[in-house]
């Protein structure tokens, strides 16, 4: 009889004690959980132009306000991100189905210098004609100036119009240059190519 008390009393304190931990487990309340900070808003990394630099100098250098420009710079930022250089010149091409380009211009950054750039390539594809345009020329992950110094194909799919001005794209590597166009220097068309940039003037465009 008494074994069998001590062996319900037994029962009865591990029930006791093994409840003990096993409620202590419970999750908390769902308005006790303490709530994660959201993450800080990404930096912009150093030495890169805003999209209102780019805008600015962009209304100076082609003398006019306009909202096709302002609206390129900011489709460029949303998918490249901030540029750490950008090129202004003038260039003159022309085309008749095998076509030519050549231009002219500087590169400016915040802290590698400045630095004078020609530019040549040619093209093939269904377009006639001949342009003058000035241009401004974005460029992305530009590790030092003498960087620039080499060819850059066109990407696929990389072709806007807004406003009377045109924004294509060329890329080699992680560098990415993006030439906006304004007037009739957009003559974009159907055309594929590479841009070939150089110290010194060269007519050789390969």
Known sequence: MRAT????????????????????????????????????????????????????????????????????????????????????GQEGSGAFVVGLRYGDGK??????????????????????????????????????TDAIYQRFPGIDGSAYFVGGFGMTALGDGNIVVVPIRSGVGLRLGANVGYLKFTPNATWNPF
């Open 107 to 144: 590169l400016y950054t915040k802290n590698a210098g400045d630095r004078r750039v020609f530019w040549e390539g040619p093209s093939i594809g269904f377009d006639t004609g001949g342009e003058g345009a000035r241009t401004m020329m974005l460029v992305y992950n530009l590790p030092t």
């Open 5 to 88: 008390m001590r062996f319900a009393a037994l029962t009865l304190c591990l029930i006791a004690f093994g409840a003990g931990p096993a409620l202590s487990q419970q999750p908390p309340a769902q308005d006790q959980i303490a709530q994660a900070p959201p993450p800080p808003p990404p930096q912009n990394r150093p030495g890169t132009f805003s999209p209102g630099e780019l805008v600015n100098e962009g209304h100076r250098f082609f003398g006019t306000v306009s909202r096709g420009l302002a609206e390129l710079v900011e489709k460029a930022v949303a998918r490249w991100g901030q540029p750490n250089g950008y090129i202004l």
